[in-house]
């Protein structure tokens, strides 16, 4: 089923295929981009099994039994990971809803019955606050384009990226963790959540650029180890409208 609904992406409904190319061709010019297909056809994969009922085995949830600040991103079945290890652990994440209504419903109603708290990104901070008081896991997905935030760079290329994590992180010293799913040859999901040791400078202002810089260095770590697992159809690397400013 994975190389079918590759198969279809690359020559029947080639959305954002161009782009998707352009962007694996810059990050890695010495692989194949016909792993492109296999990205897609595991995308679509992964949300058949999050509807049928499958979830992922998850990994170090113990690690983050007092709460925390937690890295997420777009790699493997990332809904499917997500809303697995929301079963063991009590997690609050920042998340946008898609436009499609009954996509929308769906999703958000597998999200919450996992036990996720769901918050919308933007003027959701006391809330995040809040939720690191009560002793829940905050996350972040920081891997996309985010025109109010700061450039960065994310494999050799200037990135805007949200300043979200590396504020919340500098401002309350809690534990920072990362978490990757993946979907093994025999089809089993995986999410594996591991303690991040970053260096945290003095300065406020610099504790954010350098956490944001760290945020970049981790998902870049994540797909190099499996470059086809990562969202590529993303426009990770446009640059933002002449009038958008960087924000909180």
């Known amino acids: 089923m994975i190389t079918f609904f590759g198969w279809l992406w690359w020559w029947v409904l080639p959305v954002r295929k161009r782009l998707a190319i352009d962007n694996f061709q810059h990050a890695f010019p010495e692989r194949d981009v016909g792993e492109l297909r296999r990205c897609v056809g595991e995308l679509v994969m992964g949300y058949v099994d999050l509807a049928l009922g499958r979830r992922a085995v998850v990994h170090g949830a113990e690690l983050l039994s007092r709460g925390g600040i937690c890295l997420a ?110 979907r093994d040859e025999d089809g089993q999901h995986h999410i594996q959540l591991e303690r991040l040791q970053l260096d945290i400078p003095d300065d406020p202002d610099a504790a954010v650029v350098a956490l944001t810089e760290a945020s970049q260095r981790f998902y870049e770590e994540k797909i190099r180890q499996r470059p086809h697992s990562w969202l590529w159809l993303h426009d990770r690397w446009r640059n933002p409208k002449p009038d958008s400013a960087d924000g909180v």
Do not use: K, M
Not at 108 to 124: A, F, H, M, N, Q
Not at 144 to 167: E, K, L, M, P
């Open 73 to 182: 991103g777009h790699g493997g079945a990332w809904d499917l990971g997500l809303i697995s290890a929301g079963s063991d652990i009590r997690a609050t994440i920042f998340v946008r809803t898609p436009a499609n209504r009954l996509a929308a419903w769906w999703i958000t109603r597998c999200r919450r019955r996992s036990g996720l708290e769901l918050l919308p990104p933007s003027g959701s901070a006391l809330s995040a606050y809040r939720a690191l008081r009560n002793g829940r896991v905050v996350v972040f997905v920081q891997d996309q384009r985010h025109n109010q935030g700061i450039c960065v760079q994310f494999f050799g290329r200037q990135a805007w990226t949200s300043r979200g994590f590396g504020v919340l992180a500098a401002r309350t010293g809690a534990p920072l963790f990362g978490a990757w799913q993946w």
